[in-house]
């Protein structure tokens, strides 16, 4: 008979990802004698394709927003100019609220999936949540450009393209966060973590500059082309991904010597690792539990009622819906809003719309570095809100003046917009993660994270398609909206703020 402990470890390394297992005999060809940082690679392996998994998801989401100038129908440009072009059905009076429509598609039904996503990554591996998710995706990206190869024109095909790609969209999010919560634990959250968030912007930033490479000449490649990357990558996830500690021969918390260690054979390096522990440090998002030792039933999926009840989720549930319809009205609709009220084409617009999401990037590690710093979330996140609101207003007004002035405002909105709903997410998994109640449950993770992230996404849904109704009456109603939205997701946040103000005042008293 073949011990337990033997069995186990052959079911461990048969569930390894075919490409890890080549690289682990290759490696023990090549080097056996050769000692290597075995559970360091398993964690930058997990951080790089995390992150160009989540970067995916985005470049898939943009090209929409650069593609609509040209689907739009014919327009006068303010030096009086006439833009000629447009594609049925957008190129009607009509096109900026079928605009909106295609948004509320992918949106609403990002927002009502990702609810379900969460409660399916607990239960199915999420090596193949992810990989097929991304496969499916790029599917759905290729499916909307090739409407112009064979000539669609139906209103009916870019819809449900749209809500067929939101609903497989939901799989990214709670799929990366849970891997990188199961691999990592609590350390300088606010900066490694908000270096990690950038995969966001940088694909945004992607799938910008590759639409606005095609958008002049055949929009129908600034959806395959990253539709294809998209796919390719999603391919990659399932060749590599090893989505769990346990998986790789790993327990909680190796130690140092643990971690560096190397076996010649594989099922030997297995066994070494069998009786170690895993330290978990948080995501981004999402609360990050500092796993102890734990029994099944310490991890059962933890239900609805349960995670609202968590102090701090509902304030910053609600706080994450208003600063999301922000972001997203941006990532929809800025190209066509710096094409409509500048002289810029199609391509430039969309170049220039990329300084918003580079900005993006800095606010998040800002955002974290302070929140570090201070231990005040909170009040870090509502005081960038609140300084987000002129900032608005001032590009509303003066944004169209100078390139140079636009660059300026659209950095600073960017920093000042994404730092907050970078930042709100980490400050409610910091909140989780100390409490008592999701102590050694690793099933809160995805459960968590899907409603805190279902939550800002009906927000991202509702902002798009406001701006797409109201902005046929001046561009100026669009961002008096989003300032309003910005100063009730400040006021989403006023009890936190109210006790984190009143820590540090007791805190002071004591000194």
């Not at 014919?74 to 900026?96: I, L, R, V």
Request: glycine share 8%; proline share 4%; hydrophobic share 45%.
């Amino acid at each position: 008979m073949i011990p337990n402990k033997t069995r186990k470890m052959s079911a461990t390394y048969n569930d390894m990802p075919f490409g890890v297992k080549t690289i682990l005999k290759i490696s023990q060809k090549c080097c056996p004698r050769t000692p290597f940082p075995r559970f360091f690679l398993f964690e930058s392996s997990i951080l790089v394709l995390t992150y160009l998994s989540y970067m995916c998801y985005h470049m898939t989401r943009k090209p929409i927003s650069v593609v609509k100038s040209v689907l739009h129908t014919n327009h006068t440009n303010p030096d009086n100019s006439t833009t000629e072009g447009g594609y049925a059905p957008f190129d009607g009076h009509d096109a900026q609220t079928l605009f909106g429509a295609l948004d509320s598609a992918f949106l609403f039904s990002y927002a009502a999936a990702m609810f379900v996503s969460g409660f399916v990554a607990e239960r199915v591996s999420l090596r193949y949540f992810l990989a097929f998710g991304m496969m499916l995706s790029g599917i759905f990206s290729y499916l909307f450009g090739i409407a112009k190869t064979y000539n669609i024109h139906n209103l009916w095909y870019f819809l449900i393209i749209q809500a067929c790609a939101g609903i497989v969209q939901t799989t990214g999010w709670p799929g990366v966060v849970t891997v990188v919560g199961r691999w990592f634990g609590k350390s300088k959250r606010g900066l490694i973590f908000g270096i990690w968030n950038s995969h966001t912007s940088i694909g945004n930033i992607l799938g910008s500059l590759i639409a606005a490479n095609y958008v002049e000449s055949d929009w129908a490649m600034s959806f395959i082309v990253p539709g294809v990357i998209a796919a390719v990558l999603g391919f990659m996830i399932f060749l590599f991904l090893v989505d769990s500690p346990e998986q790789a021969g790993f327990h909680p918390r190796p130690s140092i010597d643990e971690r560096v260690s190397n076996s010649s054979d594989i099922e030997d390096a297995v066994d070494d690792f069998r009786d170690a522990e895993v330290n978990y440090r948080p995501t981004e998002r999402t609360p990050i539990l500092d796993r102890t030792h734990s029994s099944p039933q310490d991890s059962r999926p933890i239900g609805l009622i349960s995670a609202l009840s968590i102090p701090g989720v509902v304030d910053f549930s609600l706080c994450l819906f208003f600063s999301k319809l922000v972001s997203y009205t941006f990532l929809y609709w800025l190209p066509l809003y710096i094409q409509s009220s500048t002289t810029l084409g199609a391509s430039l617009s969309a170049d220039l719309s990329t300084v918003f999401d580079v900005g993006g990037i800095i606010g998040a590690i800002t955002a974290g570095l302070i929140s570090d710093y201070t231990g005040m979330s909170a009040t870090t996140c509502s005081i960038m809100l609140f300084l987000a609101c002129p900032v608005l207003l001032l590009y509303n007004h003066y944004g169209t003046v100078s390139l140079t002035i636009s660059i300026g405002l659209l950095f600073l909105g960017g920093i000042l917009v994404n730092g907050p709903y970078a930042l709100i997410t980490t400050s409610v998994s910091a909140e989780l993660g100390q409490h008592s109640s999701l102590e050694g449950n690793a099933k809160a993770l995805a459960t968590v994270t899907a409603i805190i992230d279902g939550t800002g996404s009906i927000g991202a849904a509702v902002g798009p398609l406001i701006a797409g109704m109201i902005s046929s009456q001046g561009w100026e109603y669009v961002f008096y909206m989003l300032i309003f939205s910005n100063v009730i997701a400040m006021s989403m946040l006023t009890r936190l703020v109210y006790k984190e103000l009143s820590r540090v005042k007791r805190n002071t008293r004591r000194e």
